[in-house]
């Protein structure tokens, strides 16, 4: 049965993310409409990471008690209001509030559906499962930007509405196709828990899968202060500009979606998570060494293509890995991991946005310390995590 649900799970993911692809190009233009700076635009970004970070361990928590299904409706609606208003928003001030809503409702929805693939496959499959909803997330960031530039021609707020309009079919086809993967049996019921199985962020960072929690932020940081500095870099240094960029990120995308649709099941039935996600980091590694030592674009595509295939394998890994050794609710797990990645992207681009200020090559290099050590530290650990414990619930 969860063979047949892939496939879904798939789309679901991409026409949730799409709708936030398509607003990438979009936004900054929009923003700066309504009389927002550099500094109120950053913040625009940062509110909603803040939430997301805030919220998507409560909304996991609260899969695990109703299910999963009742999350993914209410954050796809909120997905739909909030674009609307968005669109509809004549301020800075309503862009702000809104903003704040979009991310407290998106944390509902997305670390939901990786609840799911945790619900519905057993831990040997589980890394082939979370690898295809990633290829669905990486697809969306290929086709999202092209449709929101093509749209943005007519108007800044068509994108907000067609986003608005993907998150309803999507909220249609979910309830329609979607079956509930928690049954009543398996859901947790707080009266009966002990205090002893509560989870709470500082067990993330502390407890016995601190390793893999802490990986999931690290990788996080780096690669999110790649993404805010890069523009910055291939125009000071080669004078290219946003579009050779987007060709860039195109073929890193694809990359990364190959990797994670059809690549990561059979690696792993190979060679096992550890050492798949070990390929990762080093991937990362030598794509932030590299980086510094690129000649025009064809050698700078190749080198972030790394990057591309070390994201593939690290994510679906990791969260494979986690799911498989928890010892709490798969929505509180899929909850904490996307709280974990949420704040590497929220102090990543701050601090490399102050060290390119310094040196260019500054924040690349931090890069490469921070993922090799990581990739030495896992080596040095891994064997010591928590057995897998099939966990479902």
């Not at 669109?87 to 997305?110: C, D, K, M, P």
């Not at 993404?227 to 987007?246: A, C, N, P, V, W």
């Not at 030598?286 to 080198?303: D, K, M, R």
Request: aromatic share 14%; net charge positive; glycine share 12%.
């Amino acid at each position: 049965m969860h063979k047949k649900q892939l496939p879904l799970l798939f789309a679901i993911m991409f026409f949730i993310m799409l709708g936030f692809g398509i607003i990438i190009p979009v936004m900054p233009f929009f923003a700066e409409k309504l009389g927002a700076n550099s500094f109120q635009l950053a913040l625009l970004f940062s509110i909603y990471n803040i939430m997301q970070f805030l919220f998507a361990p409560i909304w996991g928590r609260l899969s695990d008690r109703i299910g999963r299904k009742p999350l993914i409706l209410f954050g796809l609606l909120g997905f739909a209001i909030t674009f609307v208003l968005f669109g509809l928003s004549a301020s800075y001030t309503e862009l702000l509030i809104y903003r704040l809503l979009g991310g407290i409702v998106s944390a509902a929805a997305i670390p939901t559906v990786s609840a799911i693939v945790a619900d519905l496959f057993p831990p040997e499959e589980r890394a082939k499962g979370m690898g295809v909803i990633g290829a669905g997330v990486g697809l969306s960031f290929v086709f999202g930007p092209v449709i929101g530039g093509v749209l943005s021609k007519w108007s800044f707020s068509y994108p907000f509405y067609v986003s608005a309009a993907f998150s309803l079919l999507t909220l249609l086809f979910v309830i329609f196709a979607l079956p509930e993967s928690l049954p009543r049996e398996k859901r947790s019921n707080p009266a009966h828990e002990p205090k002893s199985s509560r989870f709470h962020f500082l067990t993330a960072v502390t407890g016995p899968l601190a390793l893999l929690y802490n990986l999931v932020f690290i990788v996080s940081f780096a690669f999110s202060g790649l993404e805010t500095t890069f523009g910055y870099y291939i125009l000071d240094l080669f004078g290219m500009d946003s579009k050779d960029l987007g060709y860039m990120f195109l073929v890193m995308g694809i990359i990364a979606a190959v990797i994670q649709g059809g690549m990561i099941g059979p690696m792993v039935k190979r060679w096992g998570e550890a050492k798949v996600l070990s390929l990762g980091l080093l991937l990362y590694t030598i794509g932030f060494v590299l980086i510094l030592f690129a000649q025009g674009f064809w050698s700078l595509a190749l080198f972030l293509s790394l990057f591309g295939a070390g994201q593939g394998m690290i994510r679906a890994t990791s969260n494979a890995m986690l799911t498989q050794r928890t010892t709490v609710g798969q929505g509180v797990t899929a909850g904490t991991i996307s709280s974990m990645d949420t704040l590497g992207r929220i102090l990543g681009p701050l601090v490399a946005g102050g060290l390119y200020g310094w040196h260019y090559a500054s924040p690349y290099i931090l890069g490469a310390v921070l993922v090799g050590m990581l990739l030495l530290l896992f080596q040095l650990r891994y064997r010591s995590l928590p057995e897998p414990t099939g966990r479902t619930k």
